[in-house]
């Protein structure tokens, strides 16, 4: 399973769009990547799935170049609701494995009124 | 999406003491997984379930410390046994739903050990 590197703690003031990167330099070709959003006192919740190229939904997007040794999760105009950890995961969705994946340190974004 | 209820939510318990999670979804699920969370960290995998075959424990987990059941396809339990406060964490039910690869969590089970 690819490991994934992501900074500890990022902050940002409201309003502002926000890049978190995270690198998986041994991502395989069957891997995707998912990024999952925890709050406190809660379990994590996915944000967002890719393969290659920029994936956008009603949250986020994911932008994958075309090496995908890396990913780059944007969160639109930030508000204080989304201070949160943010997780980068890799793995074969399709073999059965990915539930095994390993959760790396995450990113804790902490929003700034 | 899938739903998860786990029970506790949280509890505080003695040294010594065993603990059963339970972990009810609201659909009929293949696998079923159980991570710790330590306070201030990432998760961990301990161990899938399977209905109908024992729990496979990833490294450092063993079946003695963390009894797993799977009577059904919906529901599992996981027990922390002669609890210490090392055991002290958030202990979280997952399911994964296999057409989009995509892992639903339950709220988690806090448990203090004092």
């Known amino acids: 399973l690819a490991k994934t590197t992501q900074p500890i703690s990022m902050d940002s003031y409201e309003g502002q769009e926000v890049n978190i990167t995270c690198s998986h330099n041994n991502i395989a070709t069957n891997d995707y990547i998912t990024w999952y959003q925890q709050f406190p006192s809660q379990g994590p919740r996915f944000i967002i799935q890719?393969?290659?190229t920029k994936v956008t939904n009603e949250v986020a997007s994911l932008f994958i170049p075309a090496d995908r040794k890396s990913s780059t999760l944007s969160l639109p105009r930030v508000s204080l609701s989304d201070t949160a950890v943010y997780y980068c995961l890799v793995g074969d969705i399709n073999s059965g494995g990915y539930q095994k994946v390993t959760f790396g340190t995450g990113t804790k974004l902490q929003v700034i009124p | 999406s899938a739903v998860i209820s786990q029970k506790p939510s949280r509890d505080i318990c003695q040294r010594g003491t065993s603990l059963t999670i339970q972990c009810q979804v609201d659909?009929?699920?293949?696998?079923m997984f159980w991570y710790r969370q330590q306070p201030g960290q990432s998760l961990t995998l301990i161990a899938t379930a399977n209905q109908g075959s024992e729990a496979t424990y990833e490294s450092g987990f063993v079946i003695d410390k963390f009894p797993i059941s799977r009577p059904n396809l919906t529901f599992s339990t996981l027990t922390v046994s002669n609890m210490s406060p090392e055991d002290s964490s958030i202990y979280l039910c997952?399911?994964?739903?296999?057409?989009?690869?995509?892992?639903?969590f339950g709220e988690g089970s806090r448990l203090t050990v004092l």
């Open positions: 997952s399911v994964h739903r296999i057409e989009t690869g995509e892992l639903f």
């Open positions: 659909s009929q699920v293949t696998m």
């Open positions: 890719g393969y290659k």
